[in-house]
């Protein structure tokens, strides 16, 4: 890809990730992602840790509550407001600062800890964005992440709707890949230590059914909006992704609008 086609395309990407209101996905709907991470990697006073692809802060907020000096990059600032009124509201600091997950601004092996909560998962070139999140962590230090399962319900989400969506740009991977664990392998290669993959779910009652929750993503999580805007002016084929939407949340409700999403979690060390 050009450096100018590179250039649109990461346009593209922070205008998706701005669309709607992803502060509500990440405050309403999987509220305690970021703190499984946290605990996962052990996060703690005196450390110094980046959250890649923070978003508003799901995971960046806890770190900062549990005393470490907190980075929270994104290459939609725009994101960056409600995270700064949330950690305001829970007394804690921290840096928000714009970065490309494929490309970031920082040193060689800077951070005690380097994260990622359903973040890093969407920059569309895979091992690129593995290499920087293993060059700047420190020898030793920890790489934690959380991803969803091809499998799980957001990955069929996004199966779901690939059919209304536009074609991907040449070379880039599906976000649900990350969710793999054999994926995750061969992307982190021999350059960790420690490596731990386990499958878990996030409980979910926010939505009393299905089209509950297909109202509450085509207004708020930013891929959706984007889907939905893409077939604006074709109301067929958005009748056809409102029903397969609502029926795919309908298959996963276990009774009483609770549904379980499940997720990669993964935790290793630098090695050197």
Known sequence: MTDSG???????????????????????????????LVE?????????????????????????????????SDLTPEL???????????????????ADAEAL???DAEFDAVISCVG???????????????????????????????DGFIGQMFATMKPFAPPPPPGAQPPP???????????????VADLELRRENAVIDRFADGAEFRDFFKSYYGPTVAVYKANAGEP??????????????????RGNGRMEWE????TARRSG
């Open 6 to 36: 590179s250039a649109d395309l990461k346009r593209r990407h922070r205008a998706m990730w701005a669309l709607g209101d992803y502060s509500s996905i990440a405050t309403e709907v999987i509220p305690e992602l970021g703190r499984r």
């Open 40 to 72: 996962a990697a052990r996060i703690g006073r005196g450390q110094r840790v980046l959250d890649v692809a923070a978003g508003s802060g799901n995971a960046a907020i806890p770190a900062a509550e549990a005393g470490a000096e907190v980075v929270a």
């Open 80 to 98: 960056f407001e409600a995270g700064r009124r949330i950690a305001a509201a829970r007394g804690v600091e921290l840096r928000w600062q714009e």
């Open 105 to 107: 601004p920082y040193a």
């Open 120 to 150: 890093v998962m969407f920059a569309p070139f895979h091992q690129a964005a593995a290499d920087e999140l293993v060059r700047v962590a420190k020898p030793g230090g920890t790489i934690g992440l959380i991803n969803w399962t091809p």
């Open 177 to 191: 890949l990350w969710g793999d664990e054999e994926h995750v392998r061969s992307l982190l290669g021999d350059r």
């Open 236 to 253: 067929d084929r958005i009748a056809q992704l409102d029903d397969a939407l609502a029926e795919l949340a309908a298959r996963y409700d």
């Open 263 to 266: 997720y990669l979690l993964v």
